[in-house]
């Protein structure tokens, strides 16, 4: 890729990554409007170490805390001792159905499931059930009942939200929207689903991050000037990743999905406009 082409992906890496309109579409999808060859699943994942770097810098002291508690736990033996063990034991039960979906459906997630047929499926998919679930939070709210806080999380909301992340290996499905949606349905406020959803993405996309990063380094790192690219990519994705985080946190506390469930559908409109009117293939 040229450094144009690396730049810009990088900061729409940082720009959606967080956001719920799914930042594995947008890397589909800008590269295909322009013309330019899909950047692949493995510059996806590892770009987005960028992004997890960021949520490891907002969220420092939350993590510290909670790896310190476990460990606590793991010395007495015991099991979610205290509020921030819990948090950090179901960030690891939430994290399992991923690795397992990973494992089951690796292959067709690097090729059948990045055409932008299913790209554009996800994110109206996704869009509807959000859209859905925001009618029933807003009917709940009017009532005066409120979602609860990251304090009340508890294992059923952990397993839930899991699952849900489960299903942003479907480019398109966005893993905030998808985990977000998950934690609408549990009952949690959305800024609280959000918060979760962040923290619950730092193991398995510093997993997959990696995994990737080595599988594909001859791919990768052709070149010293291709790992300068690289590196690049990760560190702008990670500056923009982390101005959009306190931006999105502070938005859902005065506001609903409406905007994002909108975005998602007239992408997902536009897009299978480009596909069925031959401007864009689906597959790369």
């Known amino acids: 890729m040229s450094w144009i082409e690396v ?15 799914s930042s594995t579409a947008h890397l589909r999808i800008v590269p295909a409007l322009f013309k330019w060859p899909d950047p692949g699943a493995a510059f996806t994942a590892v770009v987005q170490i960028g992004t997890l770097a960021a949520v490891m810098s907002y969220y ?17 033996g015991k099991l979610a001792t205290t509020h921030d063990a ?9 994290t399992l159905p991923i690795i397992v979906i990973v494992v ?7 090729s059948e499931l990045r055409s932008l047929y299913v790209v554009s499926g996800a994110l109206a998919g ?3 059930l959000l859209a859905v679930v925001e009618l029933i939070v807003r009917r709940r709210e009017s009532m005066g009942k409120h979602g609860r806080g990251v304090d009340e999380v ?38 609280t689903a959000a918060r979760f959803s962040f923290l619950l993405s730092i193991p398995a996309v510093f997993a997959a991050g990696v995994f990737e990063l080595i599988e594909a380094r001859d791919e990768l790192l052709t ?15 990670g500056i923009v990743g982390y101005a959009t985080i306190p931006w999105l946190l502070a938005y859902l506390r005065r506001r609903t999905m409406t905007l994002f469930i909108v975005y998602r559908l007239i992408l997902a409109a536009l897009l299978l406009y480009l596909l069925f ?3 864009l293939a689906a597959n790369s």
Do not use: N, Y
């Open 223 to 237: 070149s010293s000037h291709d790992a300068a690219k690289l590196v690049v990519a990760i560190v702008v994705a």
């Open 277 to 279: 009117s031959g401007r």
């Open 7 to 21: 730049i810009v992906l990088a900061i729409v890496q940082g720009l959606t990554e967080f956001i719920p309109i």
């Open 60 to 76: 420092w002291r939350d993590i510290v805390r909670i790896a310190s508690a476990m460990l606590a736990d793991l010395r007495r």
């Open 86 to 94: 819990l948090l950090g034991w179901m960030i690891a039960l939430g």
């Open 154 to 191: 508890g294992w059923r909301d952990a397993t839930v939200v899991g699952f849900a992340q489960a299903v942003a290996l479907v480019p398109g499905a966005s893993r905030s929207g998808s985990t977000i949606l998950g934690g609408l349905i549990s009952g949690l406020t959305r800024e």
């Open 104 to 110: 089951l459906l690796r292959h067709q997630i690097k």
């Open 126 to 128: 996704v869009a509807l």
